[in-house]
Every structure is written in structure tokens, then in C-alpha cells.
């Protein structure tokens, strides 16, 4: 694998495992935002693998998927957990949003979100 995909590969993994000691830990808000963390920059390992380039400097995980040429082969599934999690990048760091955030973040949704990411996660793996 080539050096700067296995950078992003690793990056992703250990934010995966960071996700699952946020849950364990009943540190709920953050669970999403590692999620987010751990899909952004496997999508940065297939963009640099399937572009053979420097992955776009954005935490839009659409943007990045649109602009390496892979967003198209998502399904509908796919794209709406995307959509998902994406503000969960930005909701998580901002007071205003916090409240709000914990209060959807329980034990069960963020164990889905663990869940559906990690599927996500593979499947990148898979085409890497």
C-alpha cells in the first residue's frame, strides 16, 4: 500500500477505536465526531489512492467523495449516512449545539453510528 494511503488507513483506524473507548466510556457527544473522523480520512486514503493526489483540505465527507470520483458508487444507504454524519464534525465542537447533540446521542444511536462507520470503513478497505 502506498505510504501516504496507509498514513490515512492508520489515521482512520485509530479514530475508529477512539469512537469505540468514547462509547465504552459513555462519552457519547464525541462518539459521533470520531465517527466523522474516522470516515473523512478513509475517504482521504481512497481519494489519494484513486487520484493519485493530495486529498482535498475539507471536512466535508461529500465533497471529498464528489471530487475523487466515488461519491456515485455509494448507494442510497451509503449517502444518507453520509448525510448523517457529517454535521456531527461541526455540531460536536460548537456549545450552541451541544445541548441539543447530547440529548440525540444516546448509548444505541452512537453504537449504530459505530456500526454503520465500520461497515463504511471495510468497504473503503475493500477498493483500497
Known amino acids: 500500500m502506498d505510504r501516504k494511503v496507509k498514513y490515512w488507513v492508520d489515521l482512520s483506524d485509530y ?6 473507548a468514547l462509547l465504552h466510556s459513555k462519552r457519547y ?3 459521533g465526531f470520531m465517527c466523522h ?3 473523512e480520512k478513509i475517504f482521504k486514503a481512497y481519494f489519494t489512492k484513486k487520484q493519485n493526489d493530495t486529498a482535498p483540505f475539507s471536512h466535508s465527507l ?3 467523495a464528489k471530487k475523487g470520483g466515488f461519491y456515485n458508487d455509494f448507494t442510497e ?3 444518507d449516512f453520509i448525510d448523517q454524519i457529517e454535521p456531527l464534525n461541526i455540531e460536536a465542537r460548537y456549545p450552541s449545539h451541544k445541548e441539543r447533540l447530547m440529548k440525540s446521542l444516546t ?3 452512537c453504537a449504530e453510528l459505530i456500526d454503520n462507520s465500520i461497515k463504511m470503513l471495510e468497504w473503503i478497505k475493500m477498493k483500497l
Request: proline share 0%.
Open 29 to 31: 457527544l464525541y462518539v
Open 15 to 20: 479514530d475508529m477505536e477512539t469512537a469505540k
Open 62 to 64: 461529500s465533497y471529498i
Open 37 to 39: 473522523q474516522t470516515i
Open 107 to 109: 448509548r444505541e444511536k
Open 77 to 79: 444507504a451509503q449517502k
